[in-house]
């Protein structure tokens, strides 16, 4: 773990700019822990970005302090660079102009010319010499941000967080620790064992929340000495408790509230398979007036109060968006823990997640007929 350190400490100190990130299907602590090490990044005087896929911030982390750093797309990471060769020459007049699709770039010399031999075109460097990924089990989980921009991945290096057991180990240099309960634990231990004199009462908030959230409260039945007595140091280097009790657990809208009511009201086992699932109509959101993304709060509770459940299967009804139409389509979102493979029991339906939760879409079909359709799926893919 040493060595694994110092390489850490090491890249950190080489990088020009760093790109933090996490992903799409963020969790607490994804965001949390990715928060406490932006802000010691900021503390050591980095230039550094934090982002995550279409990240929108929502009410309950609030408090987080530096949440409205977060971005929800990366773009613009190299520059189109041409370079003239002035042989001791000067520009006396530089001008442009568009013309359909084409710009017009005239510049004009102080003496003699300038030829098209002196001119040379090609991309910049990318902005990040350094990405550092948080809470994050493989690429593809980092959604358009790794999709869109693979050369930069493949080019750059790369220092890996993470507790999960499905980590793909996917980083120049992975800090893995499966015993942890949480990524915060990890973020902590690494920061505390190499600069414990950086943090700060925002650095013990953002790492207390991220171990809060992942364990729901300490609420989970696998917490170790390790983690309570990182809590107990988080507390007296002056984390927020009480702020993060109040927003994670006790802040819930009336409207989710309604939601979960309805979803819980339905929710039917399949024991031998470890399996639950759930189904919400269009209506129920109409009347309730929550919206999908309020549904993986109902679902967290659900692994609190049914431990040996490891995979949560919750449909729902949205609109269509067909134009000049009421059609409603059946939405998907599948949750597992890592005993189980989120995309692989779904994967007939072009999921979209990663290993622990994916999202789908069943075509055509009504609500009834798509609880049939998963189930069966669900329960023959388990068999096999």
Excluded at 151 to 180: C, K, M, S
Excluded at 214 to 230: C, H
Excluded at 268 to 277: I, K, T
Excluded at 309 to 335: D, K, M, N, R
Aim: include cysteine.
């Amino acid at each position: 773990m040493l060595e694994i350190n110092q390489q850490i400490i090491s890249q950190i100190e080489k990088a020009r700019q760093i790109l933090l990130v996490f992903k799409k299907n963020w969790e607490t602590d994804s965001v949390a822990s990715a928060l406490a090490l932006f802000l010691w990044l900021k503390k050591t005087d980095k230039l550094v970005d934090v982002m995550a896929d279409g990240f929108i911030a929502p009410a309950e982390l609030k408090f987080l302090p530096a949440l409205e750093e977060i971005k929800p797309e990366l773009h613009n990471l190299q520059k189109f660079v041409i370079n003239l060769k002035l042989n001791q020459n000067q520009v006396s007049d530089f001008a442009y102009d568009t013309d359909g699709d084409n710009l017009k770039i005239f510049l004009t010399p102080k003496t003699g010319e300038f030829k098209e031999s002196d001119v040379t075109a090609g991309q910049s460097n990318f902005l990040y010499d350094l990405i550092i990924t948080v809470d994050t089990p493989d690429l593809n989980s980092l959604g358009a941000i790794y999709e869109k921009n693979l050369d930069f991945f493949f080019n750059t290096p790369l220092i890996n967080f993470d507790h999960a057991t499905g980590n793909e180990h996917f980083g120049q240099i992975n800090l893995i620790d499966v015993r942890a309960n949480s990524t915060a634990e990890i973020i902590y231990q690494f920061l505390h064992d190499n600069f414990s004199a950086n943090f700060d009462e925002n650095i013990a908030t953002c790492l207390l929340a991220g171990i809060m959230g992942a364990t729901t409260g300490f609420k989970t039945g696998n917490i170790s000495p390790q983690t309570l007595g990182i809590t107990s140091e988080l507390l007296a280097l002056g984390s927020n408790r009480e702020q993060i009790v109040q927003n994670l657990f006790h802040a819930k809208s009336l409207s989710a509230l309604k939601l979960w009511g309805r979803l819980l009201a339905r929710l039917q086992p399949d024991r031998a398979n470890h399996l639950v699932w759930s189904l919400l109509s269009y209506d129920d959101f109409i009347k309730s007036g929550a919206t999908p993304t309020d549904i993986k709060g109902a679902v967290k509770e659900l692994v609190t109060s049914l431990p040996q459940a490891e995979i949560i299967l919750i449909l729902y009804e949205q609109p269509s968006g067909e134009v000049g139409t009421e059609a409603l389509a059946v939405h998907g979102q599948l949750f597992t823990s890592p005993n189980y493979s989120a995309l692989d029991l779904v994967r007939a339906f072009r999921p979209a997640g990663d290993k622990t939760f994916a999202h789908f879409i069943i075509p055509e079909a009504k609500l009834l007929e798509a609880e049939k359709i998963m189930i069966d799926e669900i329960r023959k893919k388990i068999a096999n």
